[in-house]
């Protein structure tokens, strides 16, 4: 049986959606889950944000219930760690760019100039360039794709970008995602 009612929504639900909304608190919330009990200049160290990018994004946390300040060291609640922990499963911290699959959308963060930027593609892009690179056992360059899918350039370069990263992340495009 469900701990939430019907009036209410799951941890899970509302930490994907907050993400959703706002992608780059993702880069936080990851920092104080990954070291639990690290102070406002510990996270700015590790995360390499600047101190109002970083403030922000623990004040949204806050406002969102995910993350709680005990003597000034920040603490994922409870239950949001396992919802947190699950969606590590589906990414991948490169350093200054990091990778997450969140349901069927990649985003990809750059930590640049203390600030998070990001950019998203639907997973079926990826999809359909694994699947036509896989039945011509070639690699599309960025114009290919944005001809064989139907995307503007731009697009098509992010595209090809995302199977570059994922493929750093030790995902093997010509398998769909599965480990290599």
Not at 134 to 139: A, D, E, L, S
Not at 152 to 178: F, S
């Amino acid at each position: 049986m469900s701990k939430t009612t019907s009036n209410e929504v799951s941890p899970s639900r509302l930490f994907k959606n907050m993400i959703a909304l706002k992608p780059w608190l993702f880069i936080t919330a990851y920092y104080v889950y990954s070291n639990p009990g690290s102070t406002v200049e510990d996270l700015r160290e590790l995360t390499r944000l600047n101190m109002d990018t970083l403030k922000r994004g623990i004040w949204w946390l806050n406002k969102f219930g995910v993350i709680e300040n005990r003597n000034d060291k920040y603490f994922v609640k409870q239950e949001y760690s396992k919802v947190i922990e699950n969606m590590l499963f589906n990414y991948c911290n490169l350093g200054e760019k990091h990778v997450l699959q969140l349901d069927k959308v990649y985003i990809v963060f750059n930590i640049r100039n203390g600030r998070v930027n990001y950019w998203s593609l639907p997973l079926d892009y990826y999809e359909k360039l694994s699947y036509y690179e896989k039945i011509t056992n070639g690699v599309f360059t960025d114009r290919e794709v944005a001809y064989v899918l139907g995307v503007n350039i731009r697009t098509a370069r992010k595209i090809v970008e995302l199977k570059e990263l994922l493929e750093k992340c030790g995902i093997n495009h010509q398998t769909h995602g599965e480990k290599s």
